[in-house]
């Protein structure tokens, strides 16, 4: 089985900045796209940014230009790193791993963007 791992989360001002990582382990031969989605209060999960094992990336548009996603496959980690916070991120994001059509999910990390 995969294990994703998020750390990161935590409280920052609206323009701040925060850096989110996501270790995999277990079968995580071949491990192919990886990402983050979030869910809000009251709202249903959305995709925030993925990348593929070519590092082709995908990025909601409400983060798109102060969201960088990318990961580090010697360290097995997927990193979303977060500028120009808003209130609106608020959120819990969840790291996202696809290992051979099997699709897996970290416990979440709270992001809170104070305004």
């Known amino acids: 089985q995969v294990q994703l791992v998020e750390s990161g989360g935590g409280l920052v001002q609206a323009g701040g900045s925060l850096s989110l990582s996501c270790v995999a382990s277990?079968?995580?031969?071949?491990?192919?796209?990886m990402g983050w989605y979030r869910q809000a209060p009251g709202k249903q999960r959305e995709l925030v940014a993925t990348?593929?094992?070519?590092?082709?990336?995908n990025y909601a548009e409400s983060v798109k230009d102060r969201f960088t996603v990318s990961r580090d496959n010697a360290k097995n980690t997927v990193y979303l790193q977060m500028n120009g916070l808003k209130f609106d991120d608020t959120a819990v994001y969840y790291c996202?791993?696809?290992?051979?059509?099997?699709?897996?999910w970290g416990q979440g990390t709270q992001v809170t963007v104070s305004s």
């Open positions: 277990g079968s995580i031969f071949r491990i192919d796209t």
């Open positions: 990348i593929t094992r070519g590092s082709v990336t």
């Open positions: 996202y791993g696809r290992v051979v059509g099997n699709n897996y």
